[in-house]
T-cell receptor, first 116, second 118 residues
Framework: AQSVAQPEDQVNVAEGNPLTVKCTYS??????LFWYVQYPNRGLQFLLK??????LVKGSYGFEAEFNKSQTSFHLKKPSALVSDSALYFC??????????????FGRGTQLTVWP | NAGVMQNPRHLVRRRGQEARLRCSPM?????VYWYRQLPEEGLKFMVY????????ESGMPKERFSAEFPKEGPSILRIQQVVRGDSAAYFC????????????????FGEGSRLTVL
């Protein structure tokens, strides 16, 4: 069975400080890893993904994430947080089996609050 | 290129009525996924469809829920005889056919349909 864990329901950081939102996964197969962000009463916006290649991937709004195969982790990071980064963040995985991908499996989400 | 379009954005139904939620995928996308988000919870997979074909319905409740994606027109998620527990945000996502160069792996989400059952 495929699963994604986001161990923190909430992360609070001060504006200007670095932020990390944690994600670990458990899959049988090759993982495609994603981060999405959701603002109140809105849909999910794609931030970044890891499929193959460099373990450090860069995405929208200055976010980046590091794929760590041995720790099965894909933590989201940003060097300097903004108040406008406050939102709900979802880690997700799709599993590659040959030529098919199938659905996205989501973590429960982490509410990020950046205070001024 | 318009994004994934969902309507209605908000829907209010009384217990026992039917709810129909529509999703038009992005242009060129032939795969549609439906997810449900309950308050204070994450996103729960419901169903994965291609045109005229259900690929994975393992997340669909056994009764009252159905989904279709006809050859022409939007995908529809139908909930019969709604109950208060059906109140949630329902999100649709789409992707291109797998194997194409245009399929970069991520799903593209609509803004959601928020169902309230009175």
């Amino acid at each position: 069975a495929q699963s994604v864990a986001q161990p923190e329901d909430q992360v609070n950081v001060a504006e200007g400080n670095p932020l990390t939102v944690k994600c670990t996964y458990s899959v049988s197969g090759n993982p495609y890893l994603f981060w999405y962000v959701q603002y109140p009463n809105r849909g999910l916006q794609f931030l970044l993904k890891y499929i193959t290649g460099d373990n450090l991937v860069k995405g929208s709004y200055g976010f980046e994430a590091e794929f760590n195969k041995s720790q099965t982790s894909f933590h989201l990071k940003k060097p300097s947080a903004l108040v406008s980064d406050s939102a709900l963040y979802f880690c997700a995985v799709r599993v590659s089996r040959g030529s098919t991908l199938g659905r996205l499996y989501f973590g429960r989400g982490t509410q990020l609050t950046v205070w001024p | 290129n318009a994004g994934v379009m969902q309507n209605p954005r908000h829907l209010v139904r009384r217990r026992g009525q039917e709810a129909r939620l529509r999703c038009s995928p992005m242009k060129g996308h032939s795969h549609v996924y439906w997810y449900r988000q309950l308050p204070e919870e994450g996103l729960k997979f419901m169903v994965y469809l291609q045109k005229e074909n259900i690929i994975d319905e393992s997340g669909m409740p056994k009764e009252r829920f159905s989904a279709e994606f006809p050859k022409e027109g939007p995908s529809i998620l139908r909930i019969q005889q709604v109950v208060r527990g059906d109140s949630a945000a329902y999100f649709c996502a789409s992707s291109p056919p797998e194997g194409l160069k245009t399929n970069t792996g991520e799903l593209f989400f609509g803004e959601g349909s928020r169902l309230t059952v009175l």
